[in-house]
């Protein structure tokens, strides 16, 4: 029965934390499924995941170059984790199942595409022929695929789920995208007229149909209808006309089909994840159950060791609280139906809410107790305070945007500082500690460890002029953006901004799984980007004097707009520029610019690279981004 | 009685039209209702609306100007409508009723607003002094105001309704952009650094909040961070994390809170619209009901006398129909519970399904039964056929796209507009030719007119060539946008395009609605930029060779990006030019060059127009548009 004890505690886990791995009920089999699932072995995965990942900050083209066989090395060491893991993964789940799992095909496959690529690789770099390291697109299918990652899984699933029909609308955008393009060159094409800079306007139907595209995406509005508005204003209509439909028709609907599948698929989801749950509480419930007069129930003894191997962390009163909820009548036992219920049981934060004397009051309650201290206590919980200090705020913002050489107002900024601190202190004296600094108080851990940070870098700061006469720029920044942030605080007195800012703070543990699903997609198109426009473009300072610094080290940039717009350092030259190269594009302004840019000193083929990642990122991604956020304040405000 | 049946149908007609104007119910105001809502009343007000606005092409500064006193005695006629109208309907409701409704406040301050307004400009101008004819912005108050428009008002009823809340993410919204501007001006100030332009870069904290709006908006993105990437590319992060909390997340909220309004509002709307329906049944059926054993009912005759005033239009059949629905057992009348359903019976369209006999058919049985024509007609029903119509339009495609000089497309033009007339042919023999026509074909309509109009038009162009040598250019025009427009009809064959095509189709009424909403934003906005800004920039061709065509006629613009970007044509100059400078503002990309050159050539306060119509119309109207698209795709598709 300590066996049953343990596979019922594996499936009440499970359904604790919402995990659907089906696995062999041999002891042993539950024993290794246990240390698959511990928390050690989880990170481990996950830093080897990150290193692998993080190679390519490693791998020519490189932010710090390292040699071939050390980054090579590396990455054999992450493969031979990651093959540990799915063998261990194996060793936990039925044979049929685990090769049924696309999951672990699409690891199989990354590992051995990875190995077999590395070898030619580096068979070819002894001869001294230079290949392309294919295989690193591949490296996200480790973050995706392991088993720790349901959430941007559902993600991705979602996104499956939406492309049929997105698709659809697509192909009938691209077609009138096609057919307006068609009526542009009719009607624009033989007359000879220019672009601002002196190009032929309207001539080529290829051209015409990606700046066209671009027009969709509005980053050459007014531009690409000017030389035509100028003949005429009905000309303006075309494109007006053009941009309803495709801009704000089409790109809504987009966004459209996206939210009510992203809604249809969240609800089945869920039910699905209750479905899961419910059935393996009842396995569970299965294992642990005797008979007792009609109906089988669970003994209040196995009830109490299954729950200590479940949350052992949780306190005796807590336990014995759980027990009074799940046997109600105290019968000694629990039924069915309550111990089906105790997955969400566990999930629920219990808070003590003892009201404890503050600390000060036992060490020397007379002090404490004293009429001065009593009269400071309640002028701390006055509103007054309150509004004291967002006027004392406001005086400071005004002082931060005066100059900094004034030496009143370098002091001024001590006395601000000594002012918040007094703040903290005071409420430290009034509030009981442990309740001030509890769990939920956001407000009072922002506010403190802002004043600490910026009373360190400021008084480092002091250090380092008096010391060595020399400002860290670093250290400088750093105390900037801190006593800007002080002012946020304010936020905080009004309650409607409270508010919206609960919500904006309760939605970012979920904006994390898209900072994943963006990283996985800006890594591979990273990845490609490098391989294709690495070295292309060079990066020159502002205020360079080199030959071709005007043209960003590419003579077929001359003239072009990506030179004209000094956007030199937006290339592909290494991880980090690229990544930064695709935030630009995301952001879509100018991406066209970009994208002439890197077309100029590759091949017109190369729009092709950032069209696809505009109708990835910009009208799939993005538009999920949105429909979450619809659907969060939907639920939450 | 007759007088009866007059305020029954009057309330029944309001029923049935969702109208909801109180009157009084006085035999002789029940008449002055009447005719208060005869269409041709409300054609005439719609009329003189539309005379009004337009006057603004007429006044200085006017696309076609006219003297003052001729456009200011136009404004006064339409006012004397305006008031009679109001007048009128003042006689039909009553008198507290009329004073207490916002809208007749409004018409009236309109009106007198407008008189003060033409008499004050008059007279100065006749001492030749030029003032402002400020009243001009009211005048879309008599489009809203009038109660015809009750679409239009909803629209802002949902406005209002957003307006508190979205005025506090504002709020929160307009704090951080500036607390991330004196972060900016922190840290980029005192370095000495410029933009690409050559000017102080992140220097002066309001031109900073200027700047960083306008990278909410992402216009000035990425330039706006490359002075600060160059140094170093953590700087890029402070800009990145700006569009992140702004334009994603910040222009998110936006959304979801006007699309939340926007629903709660709709459920409002529609459950009090059904609520004053059924009111004003029930006050129908009160004044005609007669006891009936222990219930009140309404007689047949009665009933068939007040559905024929109510509606004259439909046939006998059609109202015996109606009188079978209301009366299913057939006991010579009607109870309240039916009768209170003649509102939505009414609006239901019954088609008439007659099976009819081809015309031909019956005018030459033999020639159309022939086994030849059989074979023909099921040849024109066969699959195939649309098929090879597909392939032709491919094919014509093509063409449409290669050189119209060679004189072998030319003629091909003709082939293809033969084959396309004769599937219309072969259609119209095949089918009933008034089924085929039926008002739900919307294909078959768009089909025959596309292709009867690029008939009309090529033959006017062939025949203006061959007669005077000369190609009329807007001709040419028509006869391509036809031409391409006639490829379309590919999208009807694909089942699932048909789909999307139709719910985009059904959407298009209530767009009417927001294109009245813009024409009324879009006006205001237009007189008061025209009122700052008409003259101060003059229209140039771009290949003018005049002394000041480089900046636009206004030195003030020299080296500007607007100059730079040949915007001259974009001006406040008149009525038209105003609207398409407002459709690229909202269209939003580059408003911050167009707000930079009316800032050099003015003031810098006129930064603030700018911001008002992003705000207003990017902001407001433009999620309000994309809530109403989300809206109707979740209840169509
Ligand atoms: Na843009």
């Not at 973050?143 to 009938?172: C, D, M, W």
Request: glycine share 2%; net charge positive.
């Amino acid at each position: 029965t300590q066996q049953d004890l343990l596979l019922a505690a594996a499936y009440v886990y499970d359904a604790q934390y919402n995990r659907n791995i089906p696995f062999e009920t041999s002891p042993q089999a539950v024993r290794l499924y246990n240390l698959y699932n511990h928390w050690a072995m989880q990170a481990t995965t996950y830093f080897f995941i990150f290193v692998d990942l993080s190679l390519a900050v490693f791998e020519d083209p490189a932010v710090y170059p390292l040699p071939f066989l050390a980054t090579s090395l590396a990455e054999v060491l992450c493969l031979l984790v990651f093959f540990g893991r799915l063998v261990h993964f194996a060793k936990v789940t039925p044979r049929n199942v685990f090769w049924k799992d696309t999951k672990n095909i699409c690891i199989v496959i990354a590992i051995l595409g990875t190995l077999i690529d590395l070898i030619i690789y580096g068979a070819l770099k002894i001869s001294n022929i230079n290949s392309v390291r294919w295989s690193r697109v591949l490296r996200p299918v480790f973050l995706i695929n392991f088993a720790e990652s349901h959430q941007i899984r559902k993600v991705f699933r979602s996104i499956r789920n939406t492309l049929p029909e997105i698709t659809y609308v697509f192909l009938l955008f691209m077609f009138s995208v096609l057919m307006f393009s068609l009526m542009a060159l009719k009607l624009f094409g033989d007359r000879n007229l220019q672009t601002v800079e002196g190009s032929p306007y309207f001539t080529n139907y290829l051209e015409i149909v990606f700046d066209m595209y671009v027009l969709v995406t509005t980053a050459n509005s007014p531009d690409i209808m000017i030389p035509a508005y100028d003949i005429s204003w009905l000309y303006s209509l075309f494109f007006i006309t053009y941009v309803v439909i495709h801009t704000y028709l089409f790109m809504s609907v987009f966004l459209a089909v996206v939210y009510n599948n992203y809604k249809k698929h969240l609800k089945n989801e869920i039910c699905k994840l209750a479905y899961m749950k419910r059935r393996k509480m009842v396995e569970a419930f299965n294992i642990l159950k005797v008979k007792e007069g009609p109906e089988f129930v669970v003994k209040e003894a196995q009830w109490k060791e299954l729950v200590k191997r479940v949350a052992p962390d949780i306190s005796t009163s807590h336990r014995e609280l759980l027990l009074r909820v799940s046997d109600d009548e105290q019968k000694g036992y629990v039924d069915k139906k309550s111990f089906v219920r105790l997955a969400d049981l566990l999930n629920i934060q219990v808070i003590a809410m003892k009201i404890q004397a503050h600390p000060l009051e036992n060490w020397m309650p007379r002090v404490y107790n004293s009429a001065a201290s009593q009269c400071l206590r309640s002028m701390v919980k006055h509103r007054g305070f309150v509004w004291t200090y967002d006027v004392i705020i406001l005086i400071n913002a005004i002082f931060i945007a005066l100059d900094e050489r004034n030496p009143l107002i370098s002091y001024a900024e001590w006395v601000f500082l000594s002012l918040y601190i007094l703040e903290i202190l005071l409420k430290v004296y009034t509030y009981e500690p442990r309740a001030f600094f509890a769990k939920t108080q956001f407000w009072n851990w922002f506010d403190t460890s802002i004043i600490i940070a910026a009373l360190v870098a400021t008084v480092l700061n002091t250090l380092l002029k008096s010391t060595s006469q020399y400002n860290s720029q670093q250290v400088l920044d750093i105390v900037f953006i801190l006593r800007v942030l002080r002012l946020l605080r304010i936020v905080d007195s009004i309650k409607r901004f409270r508010v919206i800012m609960t919500t904006l703070i309760n939605v970012v543990p979920t904006m994390l799984t898209f900072g994943e699903l963006v990283l996985v997609v800006y890594y591979m198109f990273a990845i490609i980007g490098m391989e294709l426009f690495q070295g292309k473009i060079q990066f020159f300072n502002m205020n360079s004097t080199a030959p071709l610094a005007l043209v960003c080290g590419n003579p077929a940039l001359k003239d072009s707009q990506f030179a004209q717009g000094k956007y030199c350092v937006n290339n592909f030259n290494d991880l980090l520029s690229s990544f930064i190269v695709l935030t630009e594009l995301t952001v879509v302004n100018q991406w066209h610019t970009l994208a002439n840019g890197f077309v100029l000193v590759t091949h017109q083929a190369a729009k092709l690279y950032f069209m696809a990642f505009h109708i990835v990122v910009v009208i799939m991604i993005v538009n999920i981004f949105t429909a979450f956020i619809l659907e969060a304040f939907y639920v939450e405000y």
